[in-house]
């Protein structure tokens, strides 16, 4: 009895299964034209960010008083940019190196003069209004290798999302155009897939200008973002 019953409790519990599974909607087909649109959306932003290369690169007869030399100069440099509040997660070494200087005479061999070392600091500037005031006092430090600037978006996911949905806007105009010109209607959309997010950073969009003797300018002008879509579309 006992086996009987632990059968017919399988039995029953197996049949809500086995009717869910039948409940399985197909997917409804497609009995109009289908459309395949490709759309991007863009829209432009003032840069809020710019990085920027700042070295110092010193020369001396022995390598180990270039180094020394370096790391002096350098250490004036980063203590500038903390003053200038810059925080020590927005500063990062990017390079350091030395290389022997030599003399070169035709037919003779060459002439080992000293040594030059260099260092490098990648430099995060969350305020692009005050980077060419601090570039000059980084320079009055000792920095004198400057490379950038590179300028884009801190933040770009909200920018991102008006290009998401004005690609999709452009994507049902063109397929309500198409419909027009066919002497159709879009009925519904069939699916939509994101082909890619175009955020232009970092990029050398600006330059740095020299407005007078006493201070560097930079100007940011605007940067594009742009999101593509392919959308497909029924016509009826």
């Given at each position: 009895?006992?086996?009987?019953?632990?059968?017919?409790?399988?039995?029953?519990?197996?049949?809500?299964?086995?009717?869910?599974?039948?409940?399985?909607?197909?997917?409804?087909?497609?009995?109009?034209?289908?459309?395949?649109?490709?759309?991007?959306?863009?829209?432009?932003?003032?840069?809020?960010?710019?990085?920027?290369?700042?070295?110092?690169?010193?020369?001396?007869?022995?390598?180990?008083?270039?180094?020394?030399?370096?790391?002096?100069?350098?250490?004036?440099?980063?203590?500038?940019?903390?003053?200038?509040?810059?925080?020590?997660?927005?500063?990062?070494?990017?390079?350091?190196?030395?290389?022997?200087?030599?003399?070169?005479?035709?037919?003779?061999?060459?002439?080992?003069?000293?040594?030059?070392?260099?260092?490098?600091?990648?430099?995060?500037?969350?305020?692009?209004?005050?980077?060419?005031?601090?570039?000059?006092?980084?320079?009055?430090?000792?920095?004198?290798?400057?490379?950038?600037?590179?300028?884009?978006?801190?933040?770009?996911?909200?920018?991102?999302?008006?290009?998401?949905?004005?690609?999709?806007?452009?994507?049902?105009?063109?397929?309500?155009?198409?419909?027009?010109?066919?002497?159709?209607?879009?009925?519904?959309?069939l699916s939509i897939s994101e082909s890619g997010a175009a955020i232009p950073?970092?990029?050398?969009?600006?330059?740095?200008?020299?407005?007078?003797?006493?201070?560097?300018?930079?100007?940011?002008?605007?940067?594009?973002?742009?999101?593509?879509?392919?959308?497909?579309?029924?016509?009826?």
């Amino acid at each position: 009895m006992i086996r009987s019953l632990t059968c017919a409790s399988l039995l029953a519990l197996s049949v809500p299964f086995a009717a869910v599974q039948a409940q399985t909607v197909p997917a409804r087909e497609i009995s109009g034209t289908r459309l395949d649109i490709s759309a991007t959306g863009e829209v432009s932003r003032v840069p809020d960010i710019a990085r920027i290369g700042a070295g110092v690169v010193t020369q001396a007869k022995g390598a180990t008083e270039a180094l020394a030399q370096n790391a002096q100069q350098m250490s004036r440099v980063i203590a500038a940019l903390k003053r200038a509040g810059i925080a020590e997660r927005d500063i990062q070494t990017s390079s350091i190196s030395l290389n022997p200087e030599y003399r070169y005479v035709d037919n003779q061999q060459p002439v080992l003069t000293g040594y030059r070392a260099s260092n490098e600091v990648s430099i995060r500037f969350r305020d692009i209004a005050e980077t060419g005031s601090i570039l000059d006092a980084l320079v009055a430090q000792g920095a004198n290798q400057i490379n950038g600037p590179m300028l884009g978006i801190d933040k770009p996911e909200q920018a991102l999302d008006e290009a998401r949905k004005l690609a999709l806007t452009n994507a049902r105009a063109r397929a309500e155009l198409y419909a027009r010109a066919l002497g159709k209607k879009v009925t519904r959309i069939l699916s939509i897939s994101e082909s890619g997010a175009a955020i232009p950073y970092p990029m050398p969009m600006a330059r740095m200008q020299v407005a007078d003797a006493a201070e560097t300018k930079i100007a940011p002008g605007e940067q594009t973002l742009s999101v593509s879509v392919s959308v497909s579309f029924e016509l009826d």
